[in-house]
Nanobody, 126 residues
Framework: QVELMESGGGSVQAGGSLRLSCSGS???????MAWFRQAPGKEREAVAT????????KYADSVNGRFTVSQDDVQKTLYLQMDNLKYEDTAMYYC????????????????????WGQGTQVTVSS
């Protein structure tokens, strides 16, 4: 099992930007990667996924147009660029990966992912 590690979290004012990184991610085996988040008292939810072979992204409606998921195959790193952050984006953010290619409709399910990082905290102040 590949170990994933997130970085780049922090505190920012609403309207600001952050870029999260997930290392140890773009090993040749992972075919699908994702960013999830979990706020206190809420379930873990997907915000962005990507098929690593085709670089096809999928975004949650709540972040579409503000967040961008990308990968650097040389650095073996997955990124999440977060712009125009809102208070409701405050959460622990996790990257996840799987050796499989889940169907498009299942990409946002936590059960589709086998490897997870420990998370990085994002706090947005209004």
């Amino acid at each position: 099992q590949v170990e994933l590690m997130e970085s780049g979290g922090g505190s920012v004012q609403a309207g600001g930007s952050l870029r999260l990184s997930c290392s140890g991610s773009i090993e040749s085996a992972f075919r699908t990667m994702a960013w999830f988040r979990q706020a206190p008292g809420k379930e873990r939810e997907a915000v962005a996924t990507i098929y690593t072979r085709t670089r096809s992204p999928k975004y949650a409606d709540s972040v579409n147009g503000r967040f961008t998921v990308s990968q650097d195959d040389v650095q073996k790193t997955l990124y999440l660029q977060m712009d125009n952050l809102k208070y409701e984006d405050t959460a622990m953010y996790y990257c996840a990966g799987t050796l499989r290619t889940p169907a498009w409709g299942l990409l946002f399910s936590v059960h589709e992912y086998d490897s997870w990082g420990q998370g990085t905290q994002v706090t947005v102040s209004s």
